[in-house]
């Protein structure tokens, strides 16, 4: 079957083994411009194999030899994607203050009072920010009163990470039954993996702190829409993963059709993020594949690393393992990492506290 992008018009060529029933949809992301194609399949019934009957000639057994129950859950996952990923369109918009707060710091002639003036109608981000900035990691104990006050003693950088931070805090707190992470887990672990990802970043190429920082915070955001699905089908994670052990981001794509990653990066572009975050968060887990996108490797690296400074996301993560590609891509070595881990370890630590 021949399908063209309605984006940038790419014909590209899928198999028939795609085609599973009529009564399903394909989901595809064109290879030139990675816009998402859907395609509403409507196949005749007559078109769908039947099973095979054969007889062994030695006990005259009958088995069934067509793959039949395979094609049956395959059509099972394509339709429980199809399910999940309309359920984006009705997902509330990520905070809008993270992307209005970079949009001011990307323009150089905007200035601290407009960063400032994106929250002040936000009491709570309000209080979450002032919060922050009164923290032990930011040096400025009990000596801000205000959001003017903080940008001008904190600066146009570091008053739009404290923005990102309040404003993903209560996203990223909840409890995740599915995934086994009590409240504050998953926070705490992505707070790891900013903090990381800003000082790898910060080593490797200045310009890419700010997104580093963002696409850390937010890279496992994707659990919190992938939980309910997970906690409905736990039975089947745990029997699958017992049959076939792998890592966990594994088994949601065997058993759901995509990874936390993937849904993410969907949701991203649903939220207008730019198209270099959208790619870390997908690429995260495996950033060789990512085409050269630094900031999915430097996401990987500080995911790593704060699982090794004690901020893990679940039981269900998996081990951390360092790949030498990746270092030799960053231009790290396994040593150069301790530092940072050290670094995470105290940070989140004086944050975690002083915020709660």
């Not at 399903?24 to 009957?53: F, G, T, W, Y």
């Not at 059509?75 to 707060?101: F, G, H, Q, T, Y």
């Not at 960063?115 to 709570?124: N, W």
């Not at 600066?155 to 931070?165: A, D, N, S, Y």
Request: aromatic share 6%; glycine share 4%; with cysteine.
């Amino acid at each position: 079957m021949r399908i063209e992008c309605p984006n940038c018009r790419k014909i590209t060529t899928i198999s028939s083994d795609l085609i599973v029933t009529q009564k399903h949809a394909l989901e595809l992301s064109c290879s030139l411009c990675k816009a998402d194609v859907h395609i509403q399949l409507n196949l005749a019934a007559e078109s769908i194999q039947h099973p095979r009957i054969e007889t062994a000639a030695n006990d005259h057994a009958t088995r069934l030899t067509s793959p039949v129950a395979d094609t049956q859950e395959k059509a099972d996952v394509l339709s429980l994607k199809s399910k999940i990923l309309r359920s984006l369109v009705e997902l509330p918009p990520m905070p809008n203050i993270i992307l209005k707060a970079r949009e001011i710091m990307d323009d150089p002639g905007a200035s601290l009072k407009k960063l400032s003036g994106v929250i002040e109608h936000d009491q709570a981000i309000v209080a979450r920010v002032l919060a922050l900035a009164n923290s032990a990691y930011y040096g400025l104990s009990g000596m801000v009163s205000s959001i003017q006050h903080a940008s001008i003693l904190l600066g146009q950088k570091t008053l739009g990470e404290l923005i990102t931070i309040a404003a993903s805090s209560r996203l990223l707190s909840k409890k995740l039954k599915g995934y086994q992470l009590n409240p504050g887990d998953l926070w705490r672990h992505s707070l790891a993996v900013a903090l990381g990802s800003k000082i790898i970043a910060g080593k490797i190429n200045s310009d890419w702190v700010e997104d580093a920082f963002i696409a850390g915070l937010l890279h496992d955001a994707g659990k919190i829409i992938l939980d309910p699905y997970i906690e409905e089908r736990k039975n089947t994670f745990k029997a699958y993963l017992k049959k076939a052990p792998c890592k966990f981001f594994e088994a949601e794509k065997k058993i759901l059709g995509f990874d936390h990653a993937e849904v993410m990066s969907r949701a991203s572009r649903f939220w207008r993020y730019p198209e270099t975050q959208s790619l870390a968060l997908r690429y995260h887990h495996y950033p060789l594949k990512s085409g050269d996108n630094q900031l999915a490797f430097i996401v990987h690296l500080a995911d790593i690393a704060a699982k090794e400074a004690g901020f893990k996301s679940g039981d269900t993560a998996s081990s951390s393992e360092f790949d030498p590609q990746i270092l030799s891509y960053l231009g790290f070595e396994k040593a150069q990492l301790n530092p940072v881990i050290a670094e995470i370890t105290t940070s989140v630590e004086k944050l975690v506290t002083e915020f709660q």
